[in-house]
């Protein structure tokens, strides 16, 4: 930083561009608006797509400071802000998309409505991990399918980043999970405590009727997409099925889900920071999901490796290739 009044931050200046270090003006927070000092800059595949210039519809045009999450600490107060003091430590999904300058930076401006205490059990890197798929998987099946006990719920991608949060989720609140996934997964998807499902070797077909004795699962989430989702709407319970997506794209016949009686819900978790409405709701969500972490029931599952503003390349290279094996964290 070459003054108080600079602070570091990295640019994409156009599509697939390298990361670019450079000095930039520190953001002075406005009304309603909390100045946090960057820890940790969490990485999800929407950041690389906004990066090749293939995501429209987070309008978050090019050159930008990339990152929707982030974990610090309260710098500084905007008008109208109580309930904060600097020193806080926060987390939130807050930045990077709308035009908003992301957290690749050592400071953001940050809607106070998105904050959230910081879980005292998890560290900044930890905690930076989190909001999205957090986010995502709260939305759908806490706000959408009301989970509860004595459900059988399925997540389809059980060892991802919305899917691990997703089988936490709905154990903490008392369902019995399955979780599709890959031979190599197993180990994953059981260590969270669901009921693993190669989707390689069982078709649709085999696991509806070995797991639910042909009837259907309560809940389906897909956070795979494509013809996952297809072969969600077969999974649902007949009559009271809730079919969930977090990647409804595409076309997709409903024939299926309307033959079963059964509902199908979309969650698109970055409306509330694209039009303004629900802000408060998402920092509700982690509140409350801080009340689980907190007490052991819920914990994000982090690459090993670790990243800085210098090699952050080479963690968007992992999230391009797919070869992360957790969540991706740069550390500020």
């Known amino acids: 930083m070459t003054d108080s009044l600079q602070m570091r931050a990295l640019i994409v200046d156009s599509a697939n561009a390298p990361l670019r270090l ?32 293939q995501a429209t519809h987070a309008r978050q045009p090019l050159p930008a400071v990339l990152g929707m999450d982030l974990a610090g600490t309260v710098e500084a107060l ?3 802000v109580s309930g904060w003091v600097p020193g806080d430590e926060v987390y939130a999904m807050a930045t990077g998309i709308g035009g908003v300058q992301g957290s690749l930076a050592e400071y953001a401006v940050v809607d106070a409505r998105l904050l959230a205490r910081k879980p005292a059990n998890l560290n900044m890197r ?30 389809h991608g059980g060892a991802g980043g919305v899917g691990h949060v997703a089988v936490q989720i709905a154990r903490a609140f008392g369902a019995e999970v399955f979780a599709t996934g890959s031979a190599r997964q197993q180990g994953i998807i059981e260590a969270l405590g669901a009921t693993f499902i190669d989707y390689h070797t069982s078709s649709v077909e085999d696991y509806v009727g070995q797991h639910t004795a042909g009837e259907g699962f309560d ?12 072969t969600s709407f077969k999974a649902a319970r007949v009559y009271n099925g809730h079919v969930l997506s977090c990647l409804g794209w595409g076309l997709h016949s409903l024939a299926p889900l309307s033959f079963r009686g059964a509902t199908y819900s979309g969650v698109f978790t970055l409306l509330p920071l694209l039009t303004g409405q629900g802000r408060a709701h998402h920092g509700d969500i982690l509140r409350e999901a801080a009340l689980l972490i907190e007490v052991g029931k819920l914990k994000p599952m982090l690459d090993p490796r670790q990243f ?7 963690a968007h290279g992992l999230l391009v290739s797919g070869e992360a094996q957790g969540r991706l964290v740069v550390e500020i």
Do not use: C, F, M
């Open 78 to 80: 905007g008008e109208g």
């Open 22 to 53: 450079a000095s930039i003006p520190r953001p002075v927070p406005g009304a309603g608006q909390v100045l946090v000092r960057i820890a940790a800059s969490g990485v999800n595949p929407l950041d690389g797509k906004i990066r090749s210039g």
């Open 219 to 230: 809940i389906v989430y897909d956070t795979v997409g494509g013809e996952t989702l297809d």
């Open 308 to 314: 800085t503003l210098q090699t952050a390349e080479a």
């Open 126 to 155: 930890e905690a930076a991990g989190l909001p999205l798929v957090l986010i995502t998987a709260w939305e759908g099946l806490v706000d959408r399918a009301r989970v509860h006990s004595g459900q059988k719920v399925l997540i």
